[in-house]
T-cell receptor, first 114, second 110 residues
């Protein structure tokens, strides 16, 4: 079974630039999550999708972050404009359904904002 | 706001030692507590606990939940260098939202 795919693996941008991350979940997984993990901290949920609908985006900084999952499969997370404090690893995870608690994580994208 | 606190923040042991990692939590509408192991990048699932007092076991790793006192422990016996990682605890509420702790960094020296 193929795992969760993410790209790019690494990205370096200057502040005020924009950046986009892509995630392809495990086939058949209805629930998709984006997390931000700052060095030394645990993952923080940014947004949770159930198919193509948003379940929770209470911690997404909506003035600069956006995410979509138009066809209920892969998803993109965008930051525009980026700030220094956005430097982090962005993890995508998926699970079979909300009732299936185990989440499968992708390898993450390490973003450095200079 | 849901909250998860893990202790210790870091731990250094020698191969063969036994370690206990702690996780305490505050969550509205608790559904489950999960343990993950994070090496390099992606966390991988270890255990899910929903009921108090029932130990989950996988090889040298075991975990138990106390829903009255709102904590869980993860035990690793006969540690090996391959156990070196960050161990993350997360709680899930009835809406399916997970809140993670900041992890315990375990280093096992040969």
């Amino acid at each position: 079974e193929a795992g969760v795919a993410q790209s790019p693996r690494y990205k370096i941008i200057e502040k005020r630039q924009s950046v986009a991350f892509w995630c392809n979940p495990i086939s058949g997984h209805a629930t998709l999550y984006w997390y931000q993990q700052i060095l030394g901290q645990g993952p923080k949920l940014l947004i949770q999708f159930q198919n193509n609908g948003v379940v929770d985006d209470s911690q997404l900084p909506k003035d600069r972050f956006s995410a979509e999952r138009l066809k209920g499969v892969d998803s993109t997370l965008k930051i525009q404009p980026a700030k220094l404090e956005d430097s982090a690893v962005y993890l995508c995870a998926s699970s079979l359904a909300p009732s299936k608690h185990e989440q499968y994580f992708g390898p993450g994208t390490r973003l450095t904002v200079t | 706001e849901d909250k998860v606190v893990q202790s210790p923040l870091s731990l250094v042991v020698h191969e063969g030692d036994t370690v206990t990692l702690n996780c305490s939590y505050e969550v509205t509408n608790f559904r489950s507590l999960l343990w993950y192991k994070q090496e390099k990048k992606a966390p991988t699932f270890l255990f899910m606990l929903t009921s108090s007092g029932i130990e989950k076991k996988s090889g040298r790793l075991s975990s138990i939940l106390d829903k009255k006192e709102l904590f869980s422990i993860l035990n690793i016996t006969a540690t090996q260098t391959g156990d070196s990682a960050i161990y993350l605890c997360a709680v899930e509420n009835n809406a399916g939202k997970s809140t993670f702790g900041d992890g315990t960094t375990l280093t096992v020296k040969p």
